[in-house]
């Protein structure tokens, strides 16, 4: 019996439990992928002269369409990704979460499909059951790339009409090559499907890898999402948002709560996007530091996924549950993420780095490390 028996839930959502990694307090966090440095002394302030400002405005609703926010987003990919958007085809919430969701209430529903490429994000499942969308998930390859033939052989079998590309994907860290996202592209609009390329983790990407933003002007199907909470290492000011053409931003806009973005986020967010320079230095400094962490695990003999992204990885454990929890006697907090042999480590500042190789070479000295496979490179 349980306390929810007293209330008339969803009969869908009955055993469902909230979704959320364990939020422990340890003194080496490194298990959601957030970014390990706070806001600097010049942007704290930027903030809170934000909010001062906004304060005097609090007994208002805010700007519903958020327009200062977008035109601002609009000018950060101008001048960070060279792409050159109009800030109507912006839409921004509450976290890319809350923009996945838009995008499920407008898309999706009873008789829809939304198509995603496993492992990956564990929130999708979550979006579609809560807008009565089918989800169906068709397996990566064994490096957990995507195969161009599998995509589209899948896309045109199912029809969906969303189709998640997740690059760099999480818990991967795998990033998709253009070709494959055109193939996708343009199998989805073989029967009028959208395809949302989740690019949370973007500006980690290596030099070289490209983001789905230079497709927009091609693709009237394509979304792309982002989020500040990685690069921008603002979590907890909770904004995303999306980039798309100006018909599938109407679309979001018809199921948006009203006054979605309080007027603080709208503030704040404006603030950080006024320091990117500093905060996209400090991601630099992370991709070095997520580089340097892929060569030594692989040096001690761990298989690794190539990333893209601000967290690796790796294993494979015979018991990963165990090293998990050896790892959190020792005061550092990793992600059971992805498949069952797998971990995955967020890249932190070189201090917690090194207390987490310190804690992970004393842990696999011991029974638990003990791996499920022979040591090497993941097999391709
Ligand atoms: C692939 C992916 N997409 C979206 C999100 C959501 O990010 P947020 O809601 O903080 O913008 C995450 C968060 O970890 C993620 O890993």
Redesign the pocket.
């Known amino acids: 019996m349980s306390e929810l028996d007293s209330v008339p839930l969803r009969d869908d959502l009955r055993g469902e439990v909230p979704y959320g990694a364990p939020q422990i307090d340890v003194p080496v966090r490194l298990n ?2 957030e970014n390990p440095y706070p806001p600097s002394a010049g942007l704290i302030a930027d903030i809170a002269a934000a909010v001062g400002a906004a304060a005097g405005g609090l007994n208002r609703y805010p700007d519903r369409e958020a327009r200062q926010l977008r035109a601002d987003l609009a000018g950060y990919l101008k001048a960070f990704e060279s792409v050159d958007v109009d800030p109507l085809r912006v839409w921004v919430a509450n ?3 809350e923009v ?1 969701h838009q995008l499920m209430l407008a898309f999706g529903g009873p008789g829809r499909s939304v198509l995603a490429f496993a492992p990956t ?1 564990s929130m999708y499942p979550q979006y579609c059951r809560d807008t009565f969308t089918h989800y169906q998930a068709v397996d990566r390859e064994p490096d957990f790339s995507l195969d161009p033939r599998v995509a589209i052989a899948a896309v045109r079998a199912r029809q969906p009409v969303i189709t998640l590309l ?1 690059s760099p994907n ?1 818990p991967t860290g795998t990033a998709l090559p253009q070709d494959t996202a055109r193939a996708v592209l343009d199998a989805a609009a073989e029967h009028g499907g959208l395809v949302v390329v ?1 690019e ?1 983790y973007a500006e980690f990407r290596r030099p070289g890898t490209p983001t789905a933003l230079e497709l927009l002007d091609e693709y009237p199907n394509l979304v792309v999402t982002r ?1 500040m ?1 990685k690069a921008f290492a603002y ?1 907890g000011a909770r904004v ?1 948002y999306l980039v798309a053409g100006q018909p599938i931003v109407d679309a979001v806009r018809i199921v948006r709560l009203p006054y979605h973005l309080s007027t603080v986020t709208q503030a704040v967010a404006s603030a950080a996007l006024s320091h990117a320079d500093e905060l996209l230095a400090q991601v630099e400094a992370l991709r070095i530091e997520r580089d340097a962490t892929v060569d030594w695990l692989r040096v001690q003999g761990f298989s690794v996924a190539e990333s893209d992204a601000n967290f690796v990885l790796f294993g494979e454990f015979a018991d990963r549950h165990a090293v998990w929890q050896g790892l959190l006697d020792r005061g550092v907090l990793i992600r059971e993420s992805g498949p069952a042999p797998w971990l995955r480590v967020s890249v932190g500042s070189p201090a917690e780095m090194a207390a987490f190789k310190q804690a992970l070479l004393e842990v696999a000295a011991t029974a638990v490390g003990e791996r499920a496979r022979p040591y090497g490179k993941v097999e391709a």
Do not use: L, P
């Open positions: 959601v992928n976290g890319s979460n996945m994000y997740t999480n989740d949370a989020t909470s979590a995303g």
